[in-house]
């Protein structure tokens, strides 16, 4: 076996590891918001805060299922997006009262609890992974489709 049919298997095997630790950092996300979606009914503005974590739960359970059954560069992104938008939601309203925004409730909460300590470490965990999994996905097949060069003299495939 070659050098190079050994760190390309090497290269495989941990963009997979990078795609099931995303997908499962993106579960937790998805769990924790679907769990607590309930006690926040009550928070209203046009939309309710629950309403919103529904629809964390749903984006991250998405993201979560595209990364891990597609893996790729659109899968890691859309994972990233998803993850940093939670992890930017929860500290953004752990720290700033922002208020309400236009449909969106006040969802200030100055605290932090075991679910949400479990939440925002899980979204930058999943965070992390996907913008690592996406660097790595660029790096590994750089420009379109991943063409690789043809030795110099030959012609390209």
Not at 63 to 79: C, D, E
Not at 92 to 117: A, F, I, Q, S
Not at 135 to 148: E, H, K, L, V, Y
């Amino acid at each position: 076996m070659s050098f190079a049919s050994r760190t390309g298997r090497g290269q495989g095997a941990g963009l997979l590891l990078l795609r099931v630790v995303t997908a499962a950092a993106l579960a937790v996300v998805a769990y924790t918001h679907a769990d607590l979606a309930s006690q926040y009914d009550g928070i209203q503005g046009s939309i309710s805060q629950g309403t919103l974590f529904v629809i964390e739960a749903a984006a991250a359970s998405f993201a979560a299922l595209i990364v891990l059954v597609f893996g790729g560069r659109i899968g890691f992104a859309l994972a990233a997006l998803v993850a940093a938008s939670a992890l930017g939601a929860i500290l953004l309203y752990r720290y700033v009262d922002v208020g309400t925004l236009g449909p969106l409730p006040n969802m200030y909460e100055p605290v932090w609890y075991p679910e949400k300590t479990t939440a925002a470490i899980a979204a930058a965990v999943a965070t992390l992974a996907a913008v690592i999994g996406l660097a790595w996905s660029f790096a590994r097949r750089p420009g379109t489709a991943g063409r690789q060069s043809a030795p110099a003299g030959q012609p390209a495939r």
